[in-house]
T-cell receptor
Framework: NAGVTQTPKFQVLKTGQSMTLQCAQDMNHEYMSWYRQDPGMGLRLIHYSVGAGITDQGEVPNGYNVSRSTTEDFPLRLLSAAPSQTSVYFC??????????????FGPGTRLTVT | RKEVEQDPGPFNVPEGATVAFNCTYSNSASQSFFWYRQDCRKEPKLLMSVYSSGNEDGRFTAQLNRASQYISLLIRDSKLSDSATYLCATHGSGNTGKLIFGQGTTLQVKP
C-alpha cells in the first residue's frame, strides 16, 4: 500500500491564482481530513469528510473548497490564493475500528508559498 | 481557550533522562487520545493511542486522567533520536474521524 499520497510536494503561487492540492489514499479509509500547519500553531483542521459525498468545515475553512466524489480522493482547492495561505498542508485518513479508534495516517505534505 | 493545549517547550534534556509532557483538553466528551511524533518538516507519525487509562510501549508510557482532563507522555532513558516535536490529539464524540491537535511540544535530547 502507498498509504496517503499528496501532490505536489512544493508549489509557489501568485496572489489571486487558484490551484488544487491532490490527496489520495489506498487503504479504503472512510474518513479524510485536511490540515494546515504554521510555525507555532500546530495542526489546524480545514475540512474533513466522513465518506464519499459528505464533507464538512473544520476550524479554518475560509478560502478553501473540498469535494469527495470517491473514497480514495479528497482534493483541496484554493479559490484565490492569498499570502496568508502560505503554509504546509497535510492530508490524513482514518477509519473506525468498530470502537473509539480514529488513528489518523498522514501524507507527506505540500509546502505552499503564495507571493 | 484552545480545545487542546500543550506546553510548546522546548524541553532540553540529557541522554538517559526521563521526561514527561502533559496535554490538557477541554471537551469532556472526548473518547480517544493520541500522541504523534513529528520530525522537522515531515508528516506527523502516530506514536501511541490511549482509549482507557493508559498505554505503554517500550520506553514510552501514555496516561489518561479523565477527571482532570489531561493526557501525559513519559519517555524513559531518552535517546538522541527522540529529539522531535510531540503532538497530542483528541477525538470527540460522534463518528467524524476528525482530530483536534495541540500545538506540539519540542524535545531536544543532548549528549
Amino acid at each position: 500500500n502507498a498509504g496517503v499520497t499528496q501532490t505536489p510536494k512544493f508549489q509557489v503561487l501568485k496572489t489571486g491564482q487558484s490551484m488544487t492540492l491532490q490527496c489520495a489514499q489506498d487503504m479504503n479509509h472512510e474518513y479524510m481530513s485536511w490540515y494546515r500547519q504554521d510555525p507555532g500553531m500546530g495542526l489546524r483542521l480545514i475540512h474533513y469528510s466522513v465518506g464519499a459525498g459528505i464533507t464538512d468545515q473544520g476550524e479554518v475553512p475560509n478560502g478553501y473548497n473540498v469535494s469527495r466524489s470517491t473514497t480514495e480522493d479528497f482534493p483541496l482547492r484554493l479559490l484565490s490564493a492569498a499570502p496568508s495561505q502560505t503554509s504546509v498542508y497535510f492530508c490524513a485518513s482514518s477509519y473506525s475500528q468498530g470502537g473509539p479508534s480514529y488513528e489518523q495516517y498522514f501524507g507527506p505534505g505540500t509546502r505552499l508559498t503564495v507571493t | 481557550r484552545k480545545e487542546v493545549e500543550q506546553d510548546p517547550g522546548p524541553f532540553n534534556v540529557p541522554e538517559g533522562a526521563t521526561v514527561a509532557f502533559n496535554c490538557t483538553y477541554s471537551n469532556s466528551a472526548s473518547q480517544s487520545f493520541f500522541w504523534y511524533r513529528q520530525d522537522c518538516r515531515k508528516e506527523p507519525k502516530l506514536l501511541m493511542s490511549v482509549y482507557s487509562s493508559g498505554n505503554e510501549d517500550g520506553r514510552f508510557t501514555a496516561q489518561l486522567n479523565r477527571a482532570s482532563q489531561y493526557i501525559s507522555l513519559l519517555i524513559r532513558d531518552s535517546k538522541l533520536s527522540d529529539s522531535a516535536t510531540y503532538l497530542c490529539a483528541t477525538h470527540g464524540s460522534g463518528n467524524t474521524g476528525k482530530l483536534i491537535f495541540g500545538q506540539g511540544t519540542t524535545l531536544q535530547v543532548k549528549p
